[in-house]
């Protein structure tokens, strides 16, 4: 996803208590993890390893088969 305006910087962020604090922050506004994501993406330069390992892994649900009757 491109910047608003790819002239005006955006801050970096690259330590990890900073990161948590921001992730922290930033999961109170959103709504989901998709939008934690896009606010931290959006607004500044992060380093994606470091909040992938700070969220939660999303799992698939799991998709039952029917009981057999």
Sequence with gaps: MLNADPFLPRPT???????????????????SQAEVWRLLTDRYTVDLDEVAALLPRSEPEPVWLPART
């Excluded at 990890?16 to 959103?30: K, Q």
């Design 13 to 31: 962020l690259t330590n990890p208590h900073h990161i948590a604090t921001l992730v922290d922050r930033i999961g109170a506004l959103a709504g």
